[in-house]
């Protein structure tokens, strides 16, 4: 029995979201715990990484941390040939991230205790 073409688009759907988190993880690992960080190290890694990446086809995404995380990537590949100092490669690129990280956060874990709001008939 076939897969339906919805099956199959989810299928890639994931396979591609899987792709651009792991890019992403082992980017940030890597500018995070590499002491002596060079242009041509950072270069490589990130073609070893692309590679997994490009083996994947890409996919449209709606919600708003998948296409955040997409342009963080995006963001990672344009820095392959630039010419700018990798310490401030390094530096914007793990600003995003923790943006990323501090929005994805902030969803995650509101607590009702903190609204005001609730306690208003306790009056």
Do not use: C, P
Not at 4 to 9: L, P, W
Not at 69 to 91: A, C, H, R
């Amino acid at each position: 029995m076939a897969a339906s073409k919805k099956a199959v688009e989810n299928a890639n759907r994931l396979r591609y979201i899987r792709a651009l988190e792991r890019f992403h993880k082992s980017m940030i690992s890597y500018l995070t715990n590499t002491e002596a960080l060079t242009q041509e190290r950072f270069e490589k890694k990130l073609e070893n990484a692309m590679k997994l990446l490009q083996r994947t086809e890409e996919i449209a995404l709606y919600k708003g941390e998948l296409q955040d995380l997409q342009n963080l990537v995006k963001k990672m590949i344009s820095y392959q040939d630039s010419q700018e100092d990798i310490d401030n490669i390094k530096e914007e690129l793990l600003y995003s991230a923790n943006q990323l990280e501090k929005s994805k956060n902030a969803k995650r874990y509101k607590k009702d205790k903190h609204m005001k709001s609730k306690f208003d008939d306790w009056e």
